[in-house]
């Protein structure tokens, strides 16, 4: 019997992640919408209204722009969903990235550094990333949301590129979706909230609210809107090698996170009932940049594998064997000698003919075509080695 307390506690606090995001972006979301779909009401003090359907029952909301003339006995807060998703996202960041930064975050190939610099690296980029936005918005720069978009964008994309350049692209990645994450929920945490709370002081106390707190949460709000996309799409692109394995991994991360922007507004705008024909022609112009660069990336692999095809390709399994069993089976192998894993990962098991031609196309994609594997590339594979792989997975993986 065995028992993996990390590998339990690893899928808890994802499993809880996961569903404090949804939770969290999913009322987010709402609120926008709802926001966006406002009338005037037909009657009352009310300064807009929205009927709907939903669940078998009809709902009538209706919003107080300051504040109604009654402060309501029972008034629900939403912010424990963001909380939440922060400390769970956290844990996770700890767990799986700094309790494994010799596999999952240092590249020795990139920079050369213990886990405890590592450490301090990742968590001084979140904290910097809170800084500086934070700083930018009480700035004069806060004044204008676009000049504190490009600004802000400016600071990520740089983010993106230092951290690639110190960690392996994933790592990278992570972190740049993790500085995002910490402004959103600091956003919830140390503007909209507490000013929240001081309207609703002011009026139980007979006072007028100063308008510049409701102003500054909102302008919060309207970040964390804007920002949602290209973090949700940082948590998935673990999934997507071609995104953090290309060969500028901070440029495909900008093309896609601009492209999350634009879609978002694409959809803000109609919510609100605005014309989206302009917006929409700019996210459709987004998508194609985004989809052309990464693909012409990779147009230069085609030539390069052509040019190896012409030296002659392994002919049997035999010759590549000794490769995997040197750079791939300590983890992917059904019992794992490395002990950051109790099974393989993802399944992939590399350790005999049979296995590794059901998986020659991804080990192509992931070993060859890009150097996202061996993990870390602790075992200091070589371009040469790649493509001896290459060559015989493209000589049809012959036994
Ligand atoms: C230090 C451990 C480690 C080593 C060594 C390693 N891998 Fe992996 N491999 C992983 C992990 C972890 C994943 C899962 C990544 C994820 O969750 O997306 C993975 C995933 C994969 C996948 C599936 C990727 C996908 O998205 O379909 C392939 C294929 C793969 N590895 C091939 C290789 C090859 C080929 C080698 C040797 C050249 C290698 N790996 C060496 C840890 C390792």
New binding site residues.
Partial sequence: MTFDLLEWLNLAIRWFHLTAGIAWIGSSFYFVWLDNHLVPPKQGDASGEVWSVHGGGFYHKQKYQVAPAHMPEDLHWFKWEAYTTWITGFLMLVLVYYVGAE??LIDPAKARMTTSDAIMLGLGSLLAGWGFYDTACRSPLGRDNRVLGLVWFAFLLFAAWFLNWVFNA?GAYLHVGAIMGTAMVGNVFFVIIPNQRKVVAALMAGREPDPALGKAAKQRSLHNNYMTLPVLFIMIS??Y?MTYGAARPWLVLALVGLTGVAVRHVFNLRHRGAPTGRATLVAGAMVLVMVTYVSAEKLTLPAEAKAAEADAAPANYASVQP??AR??????AEH?A?A??TAP??G?E?DSYEHVRI?AP??K???VDSE?????N??G?TRAE?DT?GRWIAAGAPQ
């Fill in positions: 596999s999952l994933r673990h999934h090698p490769l995997f750079h791939c089976i300590a983890c992917h794992p490395n950051a894993f990962p993802l992939v590399l998986y991804r080990v994609k992931v070993a996202i594997m061996p993990l870390g602790t075992t594979m790649r792989i």
